[in-house]
């Protein structure tokens, strides 16, 4: 019995430390336009703020003060295109990734439910989907590139920075906000767990989001296919 929850732990510590090198890469990957690291890092730390109160999964000061660094961060990084007085770079998108990731870890073991990555869902599928999408291209993935859907709108769809990164930004708060707050009412008002509409809802939101990237992408990607004949 020892061994084979030693096995186990085992197991979840490698599948964690794969999650986590990944989603923190992808957390930098996305750091491209003004405003989008900060907005939406904003955008994870609420919703995590309001699950503290409830599940008290570590020490409230620590999100606060994240927040309060993030806010601060905002007011310098969250501007027009050129006007930016500073920057995450990577040392700052991977810190925070780090930080994000070990609150929404520390929810999960409190909670035992691996949905809260939810969390981090619209960076995620925008990240994983790109990775996809350049496997498909035969593109060497350690090259720069302009491909994610964020890229698409403020290059060649010349949306403003700001506008962009408060997409990203709303779109995860409503997505981790309803998350919380509807799957309880679905539950106590059918017969199905709160863990087993946690799982639905996180199906539904991933398919939903998946298929409006590739949506996007079918309709703007030969922007960027003219932008790269125009390089050459």
């Known amino acids: 019995m020892g061994g084979s929850n030693l096995l186990i732990n085992v197991v979840f510590v490698v599948v964690a430390l794969i999650v986590c090198v990944g989603a923190t890469n992808i957390y930098n990957f996305m750091d491209g336009i003004n405003g989008i690291t900060a907005g939406y890092s904003i955008a994870v730390l609420l919703p995590l703020l309001l699950m503290n109160r409830d599940e008290g ?103 403003p920075h700001p506008l962009v990164s408060l997409i990203y930004m709303v779109l995860q708060l409503l997505v981790s906000l309803s998350f919380i707050y509807l799957c309880p009412l679905l539950a106590s008002a059918s017969g199905l767990s709160l863990i087993a509409w946690h799982w639905i809802y996180l199906a539904l939101a991933l398919v939903l989001l998946a298929v409006a990237y590739i949506l996007f992408k079918k309709k703007y990607y030969h922007l960027h296919e003219e932008y790269l004949a125009s390089l050459k």
């Open 57 to 159: 999964f570590m020490s409230d000061s620590f999100l606060v003060v994240s927040l309060i660094s993030v806010l601060v961060f905002s007011f310098f990084n969250f501007r027009p295109r050129g006007k930016a007085k500073c920057f995450a770079g990577d040392v700052g998108s991977v810190g925070i990734a780090f930080i994000l990731l070990f609150a929404i870890g520390m929810l999960i073991v409190r909670t035992g439910d691996v949905t809260w990555l939810i969390f981090l869902l619209v960076y995620g599928v925008d990240g994983c989907l790109t990775i996809c999408h350049r496997i498909l291209l035969h593109e060497n993935l350690g090259e720069a590139h302009r491909k994610h859907a964020y890229q698409l709108m403020a290059n060649e769809l010349k949306m």
